[in-house]
């Protein structure tokens, strides 16, 4: 934990990761179990980087790549798995989309990480992180998408697009700005934030939500074609 921190951060944070588990939560018709998991899988993750195990970012592969692995076989499952696509086909589009204004605090926290020097400026608003736009454009998309009778999917499917297109973008420029042997970026301030709590549950559990939330968009609005 960073101890030398303002308590606004912290709180912000935290609010953001409550505010996604509870935006999920409906999103998911209230499929609790799912959401104990993620739970789980967070708390298992902050007992970790507590514990130091983080800190050590010299192995090979990087310790921190078991934050974001578990991605790569969940979208390629859900790509090509018939029960993941008809249970990602069951979520509620519309909390989907409104669950994407959480990009907002988010990047507020990047941005006061930044100037407390534990994330480089690439990863602002001011630098080539450009999410923030989704977390702002999601309730206007929401609102305009689903308030009439009519969903107005072509709108949804640019808009996701768009989403998943600034949350890669970020995860690349993250994973590429943490000192591993992987970094490539910002070696002057390198991204040192996610390898330490409550800062690791970005990589942890927002990001992997988000991610859901964009490909669950893609499979519920191809099957409403």
Known sequence: MITDLPIHIYII?????????????????KNLKFISGIVLWGIIHSILAISG?????????????????????FVIFSIFSKNIKNWLSTFNLKWLTYLHTVRIPVEIVLFLLFLEGYV??????????????????????????FGSNKINK???????????????????????????????????????AMTKFPFLLLPAIIVPLVLISNIAGFIILKRQS
Do not use: C
């Open 154 to 192: 072509p709108l949804l499917w640019i808009w996701n697009g768009f989403s998943l297109i600034l949350l890669i973008n970020i995860l690349i420029h993250a994973v590429l700005s943490t000192p591993t042997i992987l970094q490539q970026f910002a070696f002057e301030q390198p991204n040192v």
């Open 53 to 73: 195990y983080y800190k050590n970012t010299e192995t090979i592969p990087p310790r921190l790549l078991l934050l974001v692995f578990p991605l790569i076989p």
């Open 13 to 29: 944070f935290f609010i953001s990761v409550v505010y996604l588990l509870i935006m999920f939560y409906y999103a998911t018709n």
């Open 120 to 145: 480089p400026q690439l990863m602002t608003f001011e630098g080539r992180n450009f999410d923030i736009l989704t977390g702002i454009s999601a309730p206007i998309v929401a609102f305009i998408a």
